[in-house]
Nanobody
């Protein structure tokens, strides 16, 4: 059984940086043909996809609202996926979740769809102040 645990959330001022971590257990990134993604949800808002990475070919994808500001990476030895966030804006404030899908992202649009993912972490709060 795959389990995910997020960490690294906190409070930062606008323009600051933060790195989120998603630690996975029950599988290894270098042996499973899977995809890992970051989603976020603000109070009263719909959950939205942020970024994804496919392990088989190392491809990544990003939502337009974080492109050139956020970077998703994976460390196979640590079974951990990271989301490096820079130039943070108040509208980035949300609970951030990581999620896993059993297969790679075939179509880029699928990578930001919550229904594509089958395992979810508990989330970590990110708050950005003006």
């Amino acid at each position: 059984e795959v389990q995910l645990a997020e960490s690294g959330g906190g409070w930062v001022q606008a323009g600051g940086s933060l790195r989120l971590s998603c630690a996975a257990s029950g599988y290894t990134f270098d042996t499973d043909e899977d995809a890992i993604a970051w989603f976020r949800q603000a109070p009263g808002k719909e959950r939205e996809g942020v970024a994804w990475i496919s392990r088989e070919d190392g491809t990544t994808g990003y939502a337009d609202f974080v492109k050139d500001r956020f970077t998703i990476t994976a460390d196979n030895a640590k079974n951990t996926v990271y989301l490096q966030m820079t130039s943070l804006k108040p509208e980035d404030t949300a609970v951030y979740y990581c999620a896993q899908a059993p297969t790679k992202v075939i179509r880029p649009a699928w990578g930001l769809l919550a229904d594509y993912y089958t395992t979810w972490g508990q989330g970590t709060q990110v708050t950005v102040s003006a």
